[in-house]
């Protein structure tokens, strides 16, 4: 009776938790729709002018292309980075390894702005900076490692044998990763890919130091929230959530159907 | 001869272009950022230079060391605060959840971080406002108006709002990969439910517990969104006074310094959480 | 073999060519498919795009649709917050990244040491047309040689919320001081509006040329009412706390951001104390090596002109006064009510006779200590 109390004040305290992690985005989702210009309750009229401001406003959509340019860029290069980081790391020791691994994994420890400092002094001496290519390239160093744990968590998963039974049958070195690891890992790379997108889609502090003129969306917020305070915010805010949650979710779908489909081969 | 050449070749096709990357845009960049601490700036220019004035300045200053103490503890105390407001809910998923459930509460956790952080403080201001949602609710029930925003609260609160779904989910990742064997056993030795958490699975979980406090001491010692938005005045935080350098006046030479200053008070932290993470184990 | 050099350099111009093809190449052959379409979709637009360095709201829609639909180009802004950043964002960026530069008039001079704007020619703008006060603004030019054209100002002084504070209390900067505002005291991030502001309160007729004696005294004062302040904020952020009531008072702003709230329905107002005001002079300017040369020039021809000039006052971001007398009479005929409530009509007590009778003073750089003195204050009291 005890534990059945405890488990009930258990879950409550988790749904307590979940309010306080989802309240904003559901506040946001609700106040785009809200007439008024700015935020408080009660709430005034029900309205879509947010959404049309939105779609109306061409600095919006080339923000959001260059948004989608980045993202499917940086998707496509950090998960092959990531996926020879974690292949390196998977089949071969040798002596500096740990510092390999070090730097295939540090990025994400460095704060934002100082990454954007760094990247914008940096980029700006090589005549790389002000950019969608500045972006591009800043975004790709901190989402390697994302694709990087993704694949070694992949590949950890795989008999170690497989590899070297498909040299043994005389594949090469390129046979066996092209018939045998590669789709193996096949997976890990698609949810790689959706998620380094979605990192990319929502990073501002980096690409707010290093765009210049060339903004992209969630820059664009941050001037929405420097400069003219606007319902805008959140519109803009709920289409992003609703893309990148379709993302997420697409990458949970192929994880989770592969590993249910690994337990009943099991 | 062949053979090897075209072994080598594999190997290095798969082994370089992270190598050459990561030093290219990641290390060489933050190498610049220390070199560029020695620099000068004339004319709202940095020019090359060697001159310790930028750190002498920084560090003579009483406000950076105030900041530098408020950063430090408000992320220390937001790791502390998020590791046990996180424990029971990550005690809870991972002991008492059927696999289905969990695996939903698991992806609604990962849902947040890809939300506009930008567009979800936003959307606090209006629950910690002075005439927001929460102080019109306290008033509904009788208590009266308790400043959020603006103050420390307001700061901490958006750290949480960054880093609270990590932790719990680096913390479930450790408690699921306990030896479940472990707790049949302390049940049967008649350890209470509780003495079993703290002489039981806190210590098996430690490394996860542990990397999930760092990681929100990373996240909020970093973060400037939330000082900014949520803090007002009360918590100038290192990385404002980086944003407000490089700003005004091209000071870029001390933003530099401070940026330093930051990195390596995270890399000893890392070092010194790592090995408590890690003592007695090899 | 002359040739084979040739192509070779060419081909290898710069290694920053290299790099940068290099990374577009990657960009693009990872877009695969979608880039050619994008690509295609921004050839044929060709419009010309002009760029522009400004505060907050000089490139949206209702200033630069009518200049852009002209002139078939667009306007593509960034915006800063403060002269310093102003400087801070063209230093970084490489030259002739703006074709137009927005500047306040204090900081013209230090472009033009910097070397960072060009040199006009006067007769390409209706100096004849200006209040005489704006023909020849200080630091605008140098001698001969005109670097700059004044569009637009604005006074500064105290902005408060009227439910809760009366006319009377906010007609002294002292009201800054007073117990009952603790953490309802809000600044505006850039040190030159509130610390030339605190200097008028401290009582020096020039509150921008003070020795070093009178700047500590400033200082010193300034930082009792640091325990006062519970934010500063940038432009987006002085609007929404002056909104919500989560600040009473704030130095150093203007009916630029009132104006804009009390159209939105909001008690709030701005006076010039007893003590006095600041103006603010916005001037702009045309980037060292623009691109686009002609636009910039054109743009400024069409902001200093009646029609430009009369949008500039209506601003949506935020209302200003204008500095062509012409002007006036236009912006009489079309919104009348904005002439009345700017104080801009010819012939009554309007905003140059403010300036004329002195109860405002101009904004300047400080005079006696660097830039970078007020500016290093000014962290340090935020970071108290």
Known sequence: MNARLNNSLLCLYLLIILGFIFSPIIASFIFSFNADRFPSLPLGEFSVKWYEAVNEDADVWAGFYRTLTVGVSVAMVSTFLGFCAAYTDYRYSFTGKSVYLALALLPPTVPLIIMGLAMLFFLSRVDLSGGTHSVIISHVVMCTPFAMALIRLRLSQMDPDLESAAWNLGASQWGAMRFVIFPFCLPAIVSSLLITMAVSFDEFAVAWFVSGLNETLPVRILSFLQGQVSPRINAIGSVVFMLSMMLVIAANIILMRNSSKKTTEE | ?282 | MNNDKKTKSTIMKSRRDFIKAASAASGIAALGGVAPMLMSKKANAAPREMTLLAWYGHGEKDIVEAFEQANNCKVKAKYYTGGDNMLALIAQSPPGTYDVVLSDAEYVLQLKEAGFVEKLNPSDYPFDDYWPEFQRFGGHWSGKELYSVALRFGFLGVSYNSENISEKEAMSYSLLWDEKLKGRVGHFDWHLPNLGCMSMYMGNPNPYDINQKKFEALTSKTMEIRSQVNGFYDYGGTFSSLKNGQIQAMCGIGDWITGVLQKDGSPVRTVIPEEGGLQWTESLCIGKNAKNHDLARKFIQYMSSPEGQVRSANMAAYPAAIVNKKAWELLAKVTPEEAKRQRMELGKDNVISDIRNGRVKYRTLPVQQSLETWNDFWLEYKNS
């Open chain 2, 1 to 282: 001869m062949g053979l090897i050449s075209n072994r080598s070749i594999f190997s290095a096709f798969f082994s370089f272009p992270p190598l050459i990357y990561q030093l290219a845009f990641f290390v060489f960049p933050l190498f610049f950022l220390l070199v560029l601490s020695f620099w000068s700036v004339k004319f709202y220019r940095v020019q090359p230079d060697f001159t310790f004035s930028n750190w002498l300045y920084i560090f003579e200053k009483g406000y950076f060391w105030k900041s530098y103490g408020w950063t430090f503890s408000l992320a220390a105390m937001t790791s502390i605060i998020a590791s046990v407001i996180a424990f029971p809910a990550s005690y809870y998923i991972s002991f008492k959840l059927s696999e289905n459930i969990k695996r939903i509460v698991l992806l609604s956790l990962i849902v947040p971080f890809f939300t506009s952080y930008l567009v979800r403080i936003y959307s606090w201001q209006v629950f910690l406002n002075d005439n927001g949602i929460i102080n019109a609710a306290l008033d509904y029930i009788g208590v009266g108006a308790v400043a959020m925003i603006n103050t420390k609260l307001g700061s901490v609160i958006g750290y949480l709002t960054l880093s609270l779904p990590l932790v719990i989910l680096l913390q479930v990742f450790s408690l699921s990969n306990i030896d479940r064997n472990l707790v049949e056993a302390a049940h049967n030795l008649k350890c209470s439910p509780l003495k079993t958490i703290f002489l039981v699975v806190i210590p098996a979980a430690r490394v996860g517990l542990v990397l999930a406090a760092l990681f929100c001491f990373i996240l909020s010692f970093g973060d400037f969104v939330s000082p900014i938005y949520l803090g007002g005045a009360t918590t100038q935080t290192l990385s404002i006074l980086i944003i407000d350098l490089s700003k005004a006046g091209q000071q870029w030479p001390r933003a530099a310094v401070v940026a330093i200053t930051m990195i390596v008070t995270l890399l000893a932290t890392t070092f010194l959480a790592l090995r408590f993470a890690y003592k007695g184990k090899s």
